[in-house]
């Protein structure tokens, strides 16, 4: 029976080294680092019993048989499952599993719930029968030595454009620039209102540093680099109606090792593919909305 993870469950976990086998949600950190994320995470934050994690489980006596788990994205709208542990991915008990961590985030308020996967993997299907749909594919390119920019012009493109980093107000000329520079289908998974685009987001982490070009005020360009470990992970977003800003961010980005590129912004990956880069791996983003039902706040107590 899979029911939601206790603290007694945790320490059961510390107790036989769980959860093992492979884990067949690929979240950014274990696909920037190539390693899975590390069990004493996943104890630690089960322990402390936070409101940003949920997870469900199944113990068969001392073996845990299958585990997912879901941590809130940037805000309480958008969650990611990060863990996923099923011996058999074709079975029946994903499907339970895949739901019941679907009805936990919603229960905490989440209305969109992110997975990620390699695209050959068998829980796609399966997902997609839980009512997750595969909104993009991201495709991993990775290198250590970028090769020099052949055909530069001596012109730079981004003249009259000022390079800054971003500050609060910016937030919405942001989500200007990613609603210019997403198709409409995929907002309609990663959110059409400024609150769902923030919320959407991956959290980010310490040292990470950003950028953003303006023109005439407006955000046309960002670029964004995030240390994991030795290494690090690098995203840019350039606007459509001024195609030179994002060869210059990407010009600009050198010693950036890896690079998670949306498959609708094949500019991107040529860019990078010209300077040496290539694909490792590509990867199938799912999405399913929640609905989140309304709850009276005469009654918030007796549901608690």
């Known amino acids: 029976m899979i029911t939601a993870f206790r603290i007694r469950d945790a320490l059961r976990c510390m107790l036989v080294d769980a959860p093992g086998g492979d884990n067949l949600a690929a979240p950014t950190e274990s696909v920037v680092r190539c390693r899975p994320l590390r069990n004493s995470t996943f104890w630690r934050q089960s322990l402390a019993r936070g409101s940003n994690r949920v997870t469900v489980g199944h113990w068969a006596r001392m073996d845990l048989a299958s585990l997912a788990?879901?941590?809130?994205?940037?805000?309480?709208?958008?969650?990611?499952?990060?863990?996923?542990?099923?011996?058999?991915?074709?079975?029946?008990?994903?499907?339970?599993?895949?739901?019941?961590?679907?009805?936990?985030?919603?229960?905490?308020?989440?209305?969109?719930?992110?997975?990620r996967v390699p695209c050959d993997s068998q829980i796609v299907d399966v997902a997609r029968?839980?009512?997750?749909?595969?909104?993009?594919?991201?495709?991993?390119?990775?290198?250590?030595?970028?090769?020099?920019?052949?055909?530069?012009?001596?012109?730079?493109?981004?003249?009259?454009?000022?390079?800054?980093?971003?500050?609060?107000?910016?937030?919405?000329?942001?989500?200007?620039?990613?609603?210019?520079?997403?198709?409409?289908?995929?907002?309609?998974?990663?959110?059409?209102?400024?609150?769902q685009w923030r919320d959407s987001q991956e959290p980010a982490r310490s040292g990470r540093k950003e950028t953003v070009l303006k023109h005439n005020g407006k955000i046309v360009g960002w670029r964004m680099r995030e240390p994991f470990g030795k290494t690090a992970a690098g995203q840019i977003v350039g606007h459509p109606d001024h195609p030179g800003t994002a060869?210059?961010?990407?010009?600009?980005?050198?010693?950036?090792?890896?690079?998670?590129?949306?498959?609708?912004?094949?500019?991107?990956?040529?860019?990078?593919?010209?300077?040496?880069?290539?694909?490792?791996?590509?990867?199938?983003?799912?999405?399913?909305?929640?609905?989140?039902?309304?709850?009276?706040?005469?009654?918030?107590?007796?549901?608690a």
């Open 69 to 115: 788990s879901a941590r809130m994205r940037s805000g309480v709208r958008a969650w990611e499952v990060d863990r996923l542990h099923i011996k058999e991915p074709d079975s029946g008990q994903a499907l339970d599993l895949l739901e019941q961590i679907v009805y936990s985030a919603g229960s905490r308020g989440a209305e969109r719930v992110f997975l």
């Open 247 to 303: 060869p210059y961010l990407v010009r600009d980005s050198c010693q950036t090792q890896n690079w998670l590129v949306p498959s609708y912004r094949p500019n991107i990956v040529e860019l990078l593919d010209r300077r040496g880069l290539h694909e490792t791996a590509r990867y199938t983003m799912l999405i399913k909305t929640v609905a989140v039902p309304v709850r009276s706040r005469e009654f918030s107590y007796v549901e």
């Open 129 to 195: 029968r839980v009512g997750f749909f595969p909104y993009y594919e991201e495709i991993h390119l990775t290198g250590r030595e970028w090769l020099p920019e052949a055909d530069v012009s001596s012109d730079d493109p981004t003249d009259g454009f000022t390079v800054e980093e971003p500050s609060p107000p910016d937030q919405y000329g942001l989500f200007q620039l990613y609603c210019a520079a997403t198709p409409q289908r995929v907002r309609e998974g990663t959110g059409v209102t400024v609150d």
